[in-house]
């Protein structure tokens, strides 16, 4: 069954330059802070990300903010949300900029609430119900943008949104779709799209919600497809860059979009390489310049927003002290910290895998208990040994669904986990063993 989009127009105050200019947002998550940094640190709430938004909007002298969902947080979402959306959405209307969403499954109710109480050109919801509806957006007295817009009617979604839209009667103006949803996907809860749907939707570029990571889809002559992904990196697991997204509407057409790096924080992996060194001195001059060096290049790529760099550091290669590793980086997740100009450089986590100076080639010939476990730990580093990946894979699931171990934060057991979790726990048998050997 197909839904004919509804009309509704809005003027949008006139602009000199560009036809239209549009900043994009989502998975602002208001009511969550970044994750694994000191309490009293401030700066790092996805409401002051929200903040930040506005006033980048208005830098940007963009004429429209739009707004991919799961804008608040699910938990506390509405006593947190409230004060700060409508204040920015305030804030951007004083500025002559509209803001325009679409609801996720963590906001399905607390947007509409906010759009009921504010006025539509302040901020306008559209796909209420999980129905399409188009928004037309004009600008001096000339049509500029269709808007089709689909938002979350419950926490989750199972049926896929682009099999109800249809683009319609665009009269040559571009079309950009909002919605909130899991790509590639199909069994998902929180609204599967299909992306060789949206590609020949007829839509001249689609918005996306859900994926906290950005992702950039353009194959030409397809339109682009964009995951915003969440302004404010909220936890380790969220490396990168984050920020916002702003794309013009010129000559009839949807240029391709621009990111603007705007999160406080900057979580990533570190590598340091103890390849050969042999005292514990030079093993500690080593992690801290190379932790040092990787802020700055951060630092230096991330522009004046940043305040704090969190890494996850991997320690790897093969060292005489290779027993004594876990003792020279006790403490170095509490302690080590660096100021890298207005930014704090600290560590979050620190994993090791390094191997004990050994002659590997003529282990891997070797028939000892030793030269067994490199054998083994070579195989699996070159991708083989499927049997004993899917035997302890099988064993983890069973473990998995437990109940004594349903409250650890550990995630999912797949195959990449556990082929990652048997080298580990091969290279501190190798360890252990050419220490007894030495």
Not at 292 to 298: P, R
Request: negative net charge.
């Amino acid at each position: 069954m197909r839904w004919q989009i509804p009309f509704l127009f809005v003027r949008i105050p006139s602009f000199c330059g560009f036809q239209m200019r549009v900043l994009i947002s989502g998975d602002i998550h208001i009511g969550r802070r970044s994750s694994k940094i000191p309490e009293n640190a401030t700066g790092f709430r996805a409401r002051d990300a929200w903040m930040k938004i506005v006033e980048t909007a208005i830098k940007e002298r963009v004429d429209l903010v739009l707004l991919s969902g799961d804008v608040a947080d699910r938990d506390n979402r509405f006593w947190e949300a409230i004060g700060p959306l409508e204040a920015g959405t305030s804030k951007l209307a004083a500025a002559g900029i509209q803001t325009i969403a679409v609801s996720g499954n963590h906001d399905f109710d607390v947007l509409v609430r906010l759009a009921d109480d504010l006025p539509d050109e302040q901020f306008r919801l559209l796909g209420r119900n999980g129905q399409w509806e188009r928004y037309t957006v004009e600008k001096g007295g000339h049509t500029v943008l269709h808007l089709d817009g689909w938002s979350f009617p419950a926490e989750h979604a199972s049926a896929s949104p682009p099999d109800t839209y249809q683009a319609g009667h665009s009269d040559g103006v571009p079309v950009v779709g909002l919605v909130h949803g899991d790509l590639a996907q199909p069994t998902s809860r929180y609204a599967p799209l299909d992306l060789r749907s949206l590609e020949t939707s007829g839509a001249d570029a689609w918005v996306l919600g859900h994926i906290h990571a950005k992702k950039l889809i353009h194959h030409s002559p397809s339109p682009w497809i964009l995951y915003p992904g969440s302004p404010q990196a909220l936890d380790p697991g969220e490396t990168g860059e984050h920020g916002v997204w702003v794309f013009n509407v010129q000559d009839n057409s949807v240029q391709s979009p621009e990111f603007i790096p705007l999160s406080t924080i900057w979580y990533g992996r570190c590598g340091v390489d103890v390849d050969g060194i042999e005292t514990r001195a030079a093993f500690e001059s080593k992690v801290v310049s190379a932790i040092k060096q990787h802020a700055q290049d951060v630092r230096q790529a991330m522009g004046g927003n940043l305040a704090a760099i969190s890494f996850r550091v991997e320690i790897t290669g093969a060292t005489a002290l290779a027993n004594q590793v876990s003792v020279i980086v006790a403490g170095i997740e509490k302690d080590l910290q660096f100021n890298i100009g207005d930014a704090v450089a600290m560590v979050e986590k620190v994993t090791h895998c390094v191997t004990p100076a050994i002659n590997v080639d003529d282990l891997l010939r070797s028939s000892s208990a030793l030269g067994v476990a490199v054998q083994m730990l070579k195989e699996l580093e070159d991708g083989g040994n499927a049997d004993l990946i899917a035997e302890a894979m099988a064993d983890l699931q069973e473990a998995d669904r437990k109940r004594s171990y349903r409250a650890l934060d550990c995630p999912p057991p797949s195959r990449d986990n556990t082929n990652r979790l048997l080298k580990a726990q091969l290279q501190q048998i190798i360890n252990q063993l050419a220490g007894q050997t030495s």
